[in-house]
């Protein structure tokens, strides 16, 4: 289906955007600001601000800040050769839906990018002052958006664009903070002859806001299940899963030494089992044993305990529910990593209250700290409060009704939004996120509905209107 506005979005997929990497998305927007004789700044961070005047008969009507962020999710399926540093998003059409190859799509946020510049340039479309707000290094704890300016914004209407369901209007959102554990170890000479490496593959993964609560697999929890289980028969040299601090792990790997090759092997399949009987729709979960190649020294067997007693010890998933469908308070227990001297792990936890924040980071600590490790806590942001008395969400809900004859629905949401950012640096600023349909975002099974998205881009067209 052609449209300017997917046109604009397959445009922003050929340019790289990883996260802590927008310098060439956000000098592509200034770009295309210049051309079209709009005002772009950028901050000392890199943030992007467009300033697009109003069209006859709006001079008068108040501006609108259209918001998305730049960076994307960077992931690829394992055994795809994909350079995220310099190849495009290798994207394309299936029945009814943009998907891309073996990667990652990006609709998350490309389309916020695409609706705001596709609404911008279209001379036909009447609209007031539009603010066109696009931050850096959303992904990795909305860095860009804790660095704005109190004055950077001057609209007292916000649309954030980054929601994944069209017709559910989201008014408030979780905050979040990070941890990293470091615990140091000793290696030693081994004991066992056969090296091995299991790999444990095929997981859903996704996004650890919006699917934390859908029973879905972690990878280096179950790979901790079977260094657990073989814990005696078995030497550990590597250990490493998960690759975003937001994103559910997918694989992880270890290498042990072992003397009994065929015991390994019965365990991974007890537990690959076990796992595809208690998880959701887990039904392609593999774990691999396979013969390898490694000369490094051992983790000595008090380390080598304390790893997996760890992991098996730090909560990852829901901790505690706010209704019957939305968490309270969430841990993802996100990235591991085994240095020469250190096992290094990533979480990240997320709350709808600051109190709920503060006991489930409180629990992390404890328990690293029993066991010896560093902990930093880190990248802070706030929960986003629902305004019960929001102008725009109303005049947003009966647009909808007008619009499309159904009812749209109002939610709050476990994951992060900027939003959260931005009420806390705006004064009396009136907000809603919404966004086209979505699947599969943060993992390489991301997908965007092309009718949603071009149904979302006319709904923000009349909304600014109004």
């Known amino acids: 289906m052609s449209h300017r506005v997917v046109e604009i979005f397959k445009e922003i997929s050929r340019i790289p955007r990883c996260s802590r990497h927008c310098e060439r998305i956000a000098e ?20 992007v601000i467009v300033k697009v005047p109003a069209t006859d008969g709006y001079e008068n009507r108040g501006s609108y800040a259209l918001q998305g962020h730049m960076d994307m999710v960077c992931v690829r399926a394992e055994g795809v050769e994909h350079d995220f540093s310099k190849d495009p998003i290798d994207i394309y059409e299936e029945n009814g839906w943009l998907k891309a190859k073996g990667t990652t799509l990006g609709a998350d946020d490309g389309v916020a990018i695409a609706i705001a ?47 994944e369901k069209e017709g559910v209007f989201v008014v408030g959102c979780a905050g979040g903070e990070d941890i990293d554990i470091s ?15 299991i790999t444990v593959s095929g997981l859903k993964g996704g996004h650890s806001g919006t699917e934390i609560n859908s029973n879905r697999a972690n990878a280096v929890k179950l790979l901790n299940e079977v260094l657990y289980r073989s814990f005696s028969s078995v030497e550990l040299v590597h250990f490493s899963g998960g690759k975003a601090r ?6 992880a790997r270890a290498v042990v030494y072992t003397d009994s090759p065929n015991e390994i092997v019965e365990v991974a399949k007890k537990v690959e089992n076990y796992a595809r009987a208690l998880f959701t729709g887990e039904d392609s979960i593999n774990i691999e044993i396979k013969d390898e190649e490694a000369s490094m020294d ?66 992390i600590e404890d328990i690293a700290n029993d066991f010896g490790c560093s902990v930093n806590r880190h990248s802070r942001y706030p929960a986003w409060t629902p305004d019960e008395n929001s102008e725009l969400v109303e005049d947003a809900k009966s647009l909808y009704f007008e619009m499309f004859s159904r009812e749209p629905r109002t939610k709050v949401i476990h994951a992060g939004l900027e939003c959260g ?7 009396s600023a009136d907000m ?29 067209c009349e909304l600014v209107k109004r």
């Open 183 to 197: 615990l140091p170890l000793r290696r030693q000479t081994r004991r066992f002859s056969r090296p091995l490496s």
């Open 117 to 163: 510049m596709a609404l911008s340039e279209d001379e036909t479309k009447e609209h007031p002052e539009l603010e066109l707000v696009f931050t850096a290094d959303e992904e990795i704890g909305l860095v860009g958006a804790s660095h704005l300016e109190r004055n950077f914004i001057k609209s007292k209407r916000l649309i954030n664009i980054d929601s």
């Open 298 to 363: 051992a983790v000595d067997r008090e380390s080598f305990g304390k790893i997996v007693d760890l992991i098996n010890k730090l909560p990852h998933g829901v901790y505690e529910m706010y209704d019957s469908e939305t968490p309270k308070i969430s841990n993802n227990l996100a990235i591991v990593n085994l240095d020469i001297d250190k096992f290094n792990l990533s979480t990240n936890q997320r709350s709808l209250t600051e109190d709920g924040l503060d006991k489930i980071c409180l629990i």
């Open 28 to 47: 592509w927007i200034c770009d295309w600001a210049s051309n079209n004789g709009f005002r772009c700044k950028r901050d000392s961070y890199g943030n």
């Open 421 to 427: 950012i931005f009420a806390s640096k705006l004064d």
């Open 246 to 251: 937001n994103a559910i792990p997918d694989f």
């Open 432 to 460: 809603l996120s919404i966004g086209p349909d979505m699947e599969g975002i943060h993992s390489p099974d991301e997908k965007l509905n092309i009718e949603s998205f071009i149904r979302v881009y006319e709904f923000v």
